[in-house]
């Protein structure tokens, strides 16, 4: 009972209590003023004000709350506590800055500019006060624009109007700063000026006021700091007026010291940065006359074909390595309007030329080219790598990008022309490749074309892999005409002609069972078939039909486990050796591997058991009776129907006899179980479920089996720990036992990050040790 005491008030508290208020009420009668004499005043007493239960959490999970807001509801915190607004402006309001006009970027052009800090700028500066340009982050472009840099160069200018001027008809300004720069200001569009001109001195300020000048109607109201710091970035704005949207873009860049991540977001077909914007421009004349003539750079094939100077290489490498230095370029291109999802922009050197040396490339719903993996040193900043040859042969120099990075993100790669040499070439030093959202499966072959790759992530989740090819049962019938003559004989009678032909449908195909594609993934079967007796020819072996997609999808069976089969050859030209794979977005739901020798295990077991089986009729198929000729020839030896069956035949006697070695199977007479076996059934009946239901499984074995040969596996679901299947320790040992058998490290995450499961996986953090440090490739 003493244990519920925590329920309600203890008795220490009862008689504190107690004891206080007798204390209190013995003061009052010492402390009355006697009749006649004046009350002296008292200082007012402090009543506390009661704290938020939010500002009372500790600051490490404050911070985690206030990461999973939205930028509005963070704002509106900032002017509901002057600690809710220090945290938020130091941690959150300017780490990610998105600028979705160019008047957004002219205000925070203007605003770092100022060098504006978190703490009001009508108050004094304390030590806790922290400058805006440090906290920024990331800075996403959205939209970004080139027409007013391509007529600034082209002399381009508005002669109606005497007061005003045009840049590139993107906007206009006034020469006097102070009666048009607070008019800009007031559309409510850059959060982060709101947030500074909303400080303690000044609550009742807000963006959207009336479109009359600012500082004449709020001059009263204002301090005199403020008034100066609004004044100051009047000016800042005119200064910047001039600029172009790619002008301010790297100006705000170059002026945030701590930028890592730049995003150009909604990128549209006709965008693109003008060469006069490369990192190599030192002014002078050469250079833009080389521009203005339309002279083509030094590129790798150049520094095969001709001599370079020594002298060359030094001012090369001189202006490279002193450029700027940022960890990610993202570029998100915008898709096509009538086809979702088709990308219609094309990547193009002079994107990248105006940023430095950048680490991570993301490239998102963009078309690559060859002319995307051009090489034009003198604009675009390139390692220089001097290949390795006998010392009487002369020095080759070879061209490489500067990511260790790279990300492709529905990205559409035009085949032909040398695309996967000019990948080789290109992106020699990618150490970390992430193929996401892939488009087509054969982009997988993309991961034998980086030499330095460790690192390789796939989504399993991926429009390739989730919209299968599907036929339908027609694709594997072939029809023949059994009475031809009809149709050839002119003396035939009318009522002959009035009656349907008889016709035939045998299959000329691989089926989609479980036998076939099991002998399809162990290379029994080839994947081509040419049946040149037949019209149709070399059609692709065990494509799932819609039948069977309906049926695995009412068993809630993700469809890459049972269309594996499809691009296992894909998976297994990918590079495994030294490389770390990354898994994504898998599922493993109703799914469990089943290895070749458990599969002929279960066909065993079943017909020595003589279980009743559903019999399903053939449909779209007429059942021809065998002649006596057939059946004499039958009895005599036994022929197989198709070509396939003799190849799905040597995989069960192979499996069969790796089961005879196993305990209990050693009087296994595999001879006579093959005589007393239906192999049309078994094989070739695609349409009993009992016979395909076990793809899934099997491709899961073999992709399992797969990923062993890989130096490490992570493995990352498609959905949350909530709506994954439950699973112990104990099964995820049996679901990974292919994986299991070799000693591979393995980790099993949620969609969150929650570790659901691991196996030796101190590799792990070894690895994250050393990528903590990055060496800079040298030319030699």
């Given at each position: 009972m003493?244990?519920?005491?925590l329920?309600?008030?203890?008795?220490?508290?009862?008689?504190?209590s107690?004891?206080?208020?007798?204390?209190l009420?013995?003061?009052?009668?010492?402390?009355?003023?006697?009749?006649?004499?004046?009350?002296?005043?008292e200082?007012?007493?402090?009543?506390p004000?009661?704290?938020?239960?939010?500002?009372?959490?500790?600051?490490k999970?404050?911070?985690?709350?206030?990461?999973d807001?939205?930028?509005e509801?963070?704002?509106?915190?900032?002017?509901?506590?002057?600690?809710?607004?220090?945290?938020?402006?130091?941690n959150?309001?300017?780490?990610?800055?998105?600028?979705?006009?160019?008047?957004?970027?002219l205000?925070?052009?203007a605003?770092?500019h100022?060098?504006?800090?978190?703490?009001?700028?009508?108050?004094?500066?304390?030590?806790?006060?922290?400058?805006?340009?440090?906290?920024?982050?990331s800075?996403?472009?959205?939209n970004?624009?080139c027409?007013?840099?391509?007529?600034?160069?082209s002399?381009?200018?508005?002669?109606?109007?005497?007061?005003?001027?045009?840049?590139?008809?993107?906007?206009?300004?006034?020469?006097?700063?102070i009666?048009?720069?607070?008019q800009m200001?007031?559309?409510?569009?850059?959060?982060?000026?709101?947030?500074?001109?909303?400080s303690?001195?000044?609550?009742?300020?807000?963006?959207?006021?009336?479109?009359s000048?600012?500082?004449?109607?709020?001059?009263?109201k204002?301090?005199?700091?403020?008034?100066?710091?609004?004044e100051?970035?009047?000016?800042?704005?005119?200064?910047y007026?001039?600029?172009?949207y790619?002008?301010?873009?790297?100006?705000?860049?170059?002026y945030?010291?701590n930028?890592?991540?730049?995003?150009?977001?909604d990128?549209?077909?006709?965008f693109?940065?003008?060469?006069?914007?490369?990192?190599f421009?030192?002014?002078s004349?050469?250079?833009?006359?080389?521009?203005?003539?339309?002279?083509?750079?030094?590129?790798?094939?150049?520094?095969?074909?001709?001599?370079?100077?020594?002298?060359?290489?030094n001012?090369?490498?001189?202006k490279?390595?002193?450029?700027?230095?940022?960890?990610?370029?993202?570029?998100?291109?915008?898709?096509?309007?009538?086809?979702?999802?088709?990308?219609?922009?094309?990547?193009?050197p002079?994107?990248l030329?105006?940023?430095?040396?950048?680490?991570?490339?993301?490239?998102?719903?963009?078309?690559i080219?060859?002319e995307?993996?051009?090489?034009?040193?003198?604009?675009?900043?390139?390692?220089?790598?001097k290949?390795?040859k006998?010392?009487?042969?002369?020095?080759?120099?070879?061209?490489?990008s500067?990511?260790?990075?790279?990300?492709l993100?529905?990205?559409?790669?035009?085949?032909?022309n040398?695309?996967?040499?000019?990948?080789?070439?290109?992106?020699?030093?990618?150490?970390?490749?992430?193929?996401?959202?892939?488009?087509?499966?054969?982009?997988?072959?993309?991961?034998?074309?980086?030499?330095?790759?460790?690192?390789l992530?796939?989504?399993?989740?991926?429009?390739?892999?989730?919209?299968?090819?599907?036929?339908?049962?027609?694709?594997?019938?072939?029809?023949i005409?059994?009475?031809?003559?009809?149709?050839e004989?002119d003396?035939?009678?009318?009522?002959?002609?009035l009656?349907?032909?008889?016709?035939?449908k045998?299959?000329?195909?691989?089926?989609?069972?479980?036998?076939?594609?099991?002998?399809?993934?162990?290379?029994?079967?080839?994947?081509?078939t040419?049946?040149?007796?037949?019209?149709?020819?070399?059609?692709?072996?065990?494509i799932?039909?819609?039948?069977?997609?309906?049926?695995?999808?009412?068993?809630?069976?993700?469809?890459?486990?049972y269309?594996?089969?499809?691009?296992?050859?894909?998976?297994?030209?990918?590079p495994?050796?030294?490389?770390?794979?990354?898994?994504?977005?898998?599922p493993?739901?109703?799914?469990?591997?089943?290895?070749?020798?458990?599969?002929?295990?279960?066909?065993?077991?079943?017909?020595?058991?003589?279980?009743?089986?559903?019999l399903?009729a053939?449909?779209?198929?007429?059942?021809?009776?065998?002649?006596i000729e057939?059946?004499?020839?039958?009895?005599?030896?036994r022929?197989?129907?198709?070509?396939?069956?003799?190849?799905?035949?040597?995989?069960m006697?192979?499996?069969?006899?790796?089961?005879?070695?196993?305990?209990g199977?050693?009087?296994?007479?595999?001879?006579?179980?093959?005589e007393?076996?239906?192999?049309?059934?078994?094989?070739?009946?695609?349409?009993?479920?009992?016979?395909?239901?076990?793809i899934?499984?099997?491709?899961?074995?073999?992709?399992?089996?797969?990923?062993?040969k890989?130096?490490?596996?992570?493995?990352?679901?498609?959905?949350?720990?909530?709506?994954?299947?439950?699973?112990t320790?104990?099964?995820?040992?049996?679901?990974?036992k292919?994986?299991?058998?070799?000693?591979?490290?393995?980790?099993?995450?949620?969609?969150?990050?929650?570790?659901?499961?691991?196996?030796?996986?101190?590799?792990?953090?070894?690895?994250?040790k050393?990528?903590?440090?990055?060496?800079t490739?040298s030319?030699n």
């Amino acid at each position: 009972m003493r244990r519920l005491q925590l329920l309600g008030k203890s008795k220490n508290f009862l008689k504190s209590s107690s004891k206080h208020s007798g204390a209190l009420g013995a003061r009052d009668s010492i402390d009355a003023t006697p009749p006649g004499r004046q009350e002296e005043p008292e200082a007012p007493e402090t009543v506390p004000t009661p704290t938020s239960g939010l500002l009372e959490l500790p600051e490490k999970i404050l911070l985690m709350i206030l990461a999973d807001l939205d930028n509005e509801t963070l704002v509106s915190l900032c002017l509901a506590n002057s600690r809710l607004y220090k945290v938020i402006a130091d941690n959150f309001l300017y780490k990610t800055v998105r600028l979705t006009s160019k008047l957004s970027l002219l205000r925070f052009n203007a605003l770092i500019h100022s060098e504006f800090h978190t703490i009001s700028t009508a108050s004094n500066i304390t030590s806790g006060s922290q400058n805006a340009r440090f906290l920024t982050r990331s800075v996403e472009f959205a939209n970004p624009q080139c027409q007013d840099s391509l007529l600034k160069y082209s002399k381009y200018h508005n002669k109606t109007s005497s007061g005003h001027s045009v840049i590139g008809g993107a906007y206009s300004y006034s020469s006097s700063p102070i009666a048009a720069s607070p008019q800009m200001r007031h559309t409510g569009q850059d959060t982060a000026a709101a947030a500074a001109a909303s400080s303690e001195e000044s609550p009742s300020r807000s963006s959207k006021s009336e479109s009359s000048p600012l500082i004449p109607h709020s001059s009263a109201k204002l301090s005199k700091k403020t008034l100066e710091f609004l004044e100051t970035l009047n000016k800042l704005e005119y200064k910047y007026s001039h600029y172009t949207y790619i002008e301010l873009m790297l100006d705000i860049i170059d002026y945030l010291p701590n930028l890592s991540h730049i995003i150009l977001s909604d990128v549209e077909p006709n965008f693109k940065i003008p060469l006069w914007y490369s990192v190599f421009n030192d002014g002078s004349r050469d250079f833009f006359r080389k521009i203005i003539k339309g002279q083509q750079s030094m590129n790798s094939n150049d520094l095969r074909t001709f001599q370079v100077s020594q002298q060359f290489l030094n001012d090369y490498e001189r202006k490279f390595y002193a450029l700027q230095r940022f960890k990610t370029l993202e570029i998100r291109a915008i898709s096509d309007p009538v086809k979702k999802h088709v990308p219609i922009v094309r990547m193009r050197p002079n994107m990248l030329c105006c940023f430095g040396i950048i680490n991570e490339l993301v490239l998102d719903n963009v078309i690559i080219d060859t002319e995307s993996l051009d090489t034009p040193m003198e604009f675009l900043p390139l390692y220089i790598r001097k290949e390795q040859k006998s010392a009487s042969e002369k020095e080759i120099y070879d061209l490489h990008s500067t990511f260790n990075t790279l990300t492709l993100k529905q990205c559409h790669i035009v085949p032909g022309n040398g695309i996967l040499r000019l990948f080789n070439s290109y992106f020699r030093g990618v150490t970390n490749l992430s193929l996401l959202n892939i488009s087509s499966k054969f982009d997988l072959l993309l991961c034998s074309c980086f030499p330095a790759l460790k690192d390789l992530t796939i989504d399993c989740n991926s429009t390739c892999f989730t919209h299968a090819h599907l036929v339908s049962d027609d694709y594997y019938y072939k029809e023949i005409d059994e009475h031809r003559a009809f149709d050839e004989d002119d003396g035939a009678s009318i009522a002959e002609t009035l009656l349907d032909t008889p016709v035939q449908k045998i299959l000329h195909t691989p089926p989609p069972t479980t036998a076939v594609v099991l002998s399809l993934n162990l290379n029994y079967i080839s994947r081509t078939t040419n049946d040149k007796s037949s019209a149709m020819m070399n059609k692709k072996p065990s494509i799932i039909t819609q039948r069977q997609s309906e049926f695995f999808h009412m068993s809630r069976i993700p469809s890459f486990h049972y269309c594996y089969h499809y691009y296992k050859n894909l998976f297994e030209r990918m590079p495994s050796r030294n490389v770390n794979i990354n898994v994504i977005n898998i599922p493993f739901t109703n799914v469990f591997p089943v290895s070749p020798v458990g599969y002929w295990e279960k066909v065993l077991n079943k017909v020595l058991s003589n279980d009743q089986e559903t019999l399903i009729a053939y449909n779209h198929t007429e059942q021809v009776e065998p002649t006596i000729e057939d059946a004499q020839a039958t009895d005599q030896t036994r022929q197989f129907n198709h070509q396939w069956d003799e190849a799905v035949l040597r995989c069960m006697k192979d499996g069969l006899s790796m089961l005879k070695r196993r305990p209990g199977y050693e009087s296994l007479d595999i001879d006579a179980f093959i005589e007393d076996l239906d192999i049309e059934d078994k094989f070739d009946n695609f349409e009993n479920y009992q016979n395909f239901i076990d793809i899934p499984n099997i491709n899961l074995y073999s992709f399992l089996k797969q990923l062993s040969k890989f130096k490490s596996v992570k493995i990352q679901l498609l959905r949350k720990w909530l709506f994954c299947t439950p699973r112990t320790r104990y099964d995820w040992e049996l679901l990974l036992k292919p994986l299991l058998n070799v000693k591979v490290p393995i980790e099993v995450r949620e969609r969150d990050g929650f570790v659901l499961y691991s196996y030796n996986t101190s590799m792990f953090d070894q690895k994250k040790k050393s990528s903590s440090n990055i060496m800079t490739p040298s030319r030699n």
